[in-house]
């Protein structure tokens, strides 16, 4: 059945090999390993993650997003890891590692010895970032190589554990507007060599909210468009940019959901429930485990992959995985295909809101743009 879902290019072509591929590109020796990513020569880079472009997404909307589309030829897209959801993708993104080994497995994860879930988007104050993710960030790898590294990003989030996590060694520019950005971006390339990081959240909103069939979502995509179009003639020729993404997303109908609150097969055995609606986390009372795994392959059948942890971590989903990170993956995962969706809504009443998901391992969701303007 795993057939179906793509397999994470991890140490190749996935979104943790970008920043390799710029120190290769700079001719800079940052220590983060080879990678089949190939990027032109150039001193000085800004990349653009836009949270939610996913590679369909873009590849199927020429109308509305005309000049990133016209990028796509260039080059092959990548994979983000598993989960494809945000946390998981801008700390790999950011230390050029898979999530088993720089630890943060998804959108929420149970704190291990504890009955609680780290949400890894609004963090939490008893959880120290540098020692969740304790390993040197590809950021501040080429910081101390030489590299001028800037991250531009709302103000809000300077200090946010996903930011330390992920991006701590890195000069941080605090701009909370698409003009604001743009214009630091501009500022930050002046050195040579540099790198520049620059996030846009809101085509990612847009589709939780409404869902990518809908006009809102295109609309944001061109907004999106002309912005990456804005900064490319902006910025000096010799300034390479590179477009990418932290997942695509899918649209969930309603009544393509099962919410474990309603179901009981669900609930026997399982202590806590984790990660988020297209991609969970089961974490079973003692001994639980293989009839957690038996009830919920019942009821769910072929609308998602449920797999015990070991089951996941030999089919390489998560990458190398370490002893102090084992214990944040569920005892059980459970993989969503086609539209499908778990939900738990005690405990995420928020899912009851968001049309558009992500965290599963279909090709819309898995498979991003690398685009070089």
Same mark, same amino acid.
């Given at each position: 059945? !795993?057939? @179906?879902?793509?397999?994470?290019?991890?140490?190749?072509?996935?979104?943790?090999?970008?920043?390799?591929?710029?120190?290769?590109?700079?001719?800079?020796?940052?220590?983060?390993?080879?990678?089949?990513?190939?990027?032109?020569?150039?001193?000085?880079?800004?990349?653009?993650?836009?949270?939610?472009?996913? =590679?369909?997404? /873009?590849?199927?909307?020429?109308?509305?997003?005309?000049?990133?589309?016209?990028?796509?030829?260039? +080059?092959?897209?990548?994979?983000?890891?598993?989960?494809?959801?945000?946390?998981?993708?801008?700390?790999?993104?950011?230390?050029?590692?898979?999530?088993?080994?720089? &630890?943060?497995?998804? %959108?929420?994860?149970?704190?291990?010895?504890?009955?609680?879930?780290?949400?890894?988007?609004?963090?939490?104050?008893?959880?120290?970032?540098?020692?969740?993710?304790?390993?040197?960030?590809?950021?501040?790898?080429?910081?101390?190589?030489?590299?001028?590294?800037?991250?531009?990003?709302?103000?809000?989030?300077? !200090?946010? &554990?996903?930011?330390?996590?992920?991006?701590?060694?890195?000069?941080?520019?605090?701009?909370?507007?698409?003009?604001?950005?743009? $214009?630091?971006?501009?500022?930050?390339?002046?050195?040579?060599?540099?790198?520049? %990081?620059? =996030?846009?959240?809101?085509?990612?909103?847009?589709?939780?909210? %409404?869902?990518?069939?809908?006009?809102?979502?295109? +609309?944001? /995509?061109?907004?999106?468009?002309?912005?990456? *179009?804005?900064?490319? @003639?902006? /910025?000096?020729?010799?300034?390479?940019?590179?477009?990418?993404?932290?997942?695509?997303?899918?649209? #969930?109908?309603?009544?393509?959901?099962?919410?474990?609150?309603?179901?009981?097969?669900?609930?026997?055995?399982?202590?806590?429930?984790?990660?988020?609606?297209?991609?969970?986390? /089961? %974490?079973?009372?003692?001994?639980?485990?293989?009839?957690?795994?038996?009830?919920?392959?019942?009821?769910?059948?072929?609308?998602? *992959?449920?797999? #015990?942890?070991?089951? $996941?971590?030999?089919?390489?989903?998560?990458?190398?995985?370490?002893?102090?990170?084992?214990?944040?993956?569920?005892?059980?995962?459970?993989?969503?295909?086609?539209?499908?969706?778990?939900?738990?809504?005690?405990?995420?009443?928020?899912?009851?809101?968001?049309?558009?998901?992500?965290?599963?391992? !279909?090709?819309? @969701?898995?498979?991003?743009?690398?685009?070089?303007?």
């Amino acid at each position: 059945m !795993t057939d @179906e879902f793509t397999a994470p290019a991890y140490g190749d072509r996935s979104l943790g090999d970008v920043l390799p591929a710029v120190a290769a590109a700079m001719g800079v020796d940052a220590g983060l390993g080879p990678t089949s990513i190939e990027l032109p020569e150039g001193r000085r880079y800004v990349v653009f993650l836009v949270d939610g472009l996913g =590679y369909e997404l /873009l590849r199927d909307h020429p109308e509305e997003a005309p000049f990133l589309h016209s990028l796509l030829g260039a +080059q092959a897209p990548a994979t983000v890891g598993v989960p494809s959801t945000t946390a998981t993708s801008l700390t790999s993104l950011g230390t050029a590692l898979p999530p088993g080994t720089h &630890g943060v497995v998804g %959108y929420t994860s149970r704190i291990p010895g504890s009955d609680r879930l780290l949400n890894a988007l609004l963090w939490d104050a008893g959880v120290d970032a540098r020692e969740w993710q304790s390993h040197p960030t590809a950021f501040g790898r080429m910081a101390a190589a030489g590299v001028h590294t800037t991250v531009v990003n709302k103000r809000a989030f300077a !200090t946010s &554990g996903l930011t330390v996590a992920g991006q701590r060694g890195a000069e941080f520019v605090g701009a909370d507007r698409v003009g604001e950005r743009l $214009a630091a971006a501009l500022e930050a390339s002046t050195g040579s060599p540099s790198l520049t %990081y620059l =996030y846009d959240g809101d085509l990612d909103w847009t589709g939780h909210a %409404y869902g990518v069939a809908s006009m809102q979502w295109e +609309q944001q /995509l061109s907004m999106i468009d002309m912005a990456a *179009e804005h900064l490319r @003639e902006t /910025l000096p020729s010799d300034v390479r940019v590179v477009v990418v993404a932290d997942h695509g997303m899918v649209d #969930s109908p309603f009544d393509q959901r099962v919410d474990v609150d309603e179901v009981p097969d669900l609930q026997d055995g399982v202590a806590l429930v984790g990660g988020e609606a297209r991609f969970r986390h /089961l %974490y079973c009372r003692s001994g639980a485990v293989d009839d957690v795994v038996a009830s919920w392959r019942s009821v769910l059948g072929a609308r998602a *992959e449920v797999l #015990s942890r070991d089951e $996941a971590l030999a089919l390489g989903w998560f990458g190398e995985v370490l002893p102090v990170v084992r214990p944040r993956y569920g005892d059980v995962v459970v993989a969503c295909r086609g539209d499908f969706a778990v939900q738990s809504l005690s405990a995420f009443p928020h899912e009851a809101k968001l049309l558009g998901l992500h965290g599963s391992l !279909t090709s819309a @969701e898995m498979l991003v743009p690398i685009l070089v303007a």
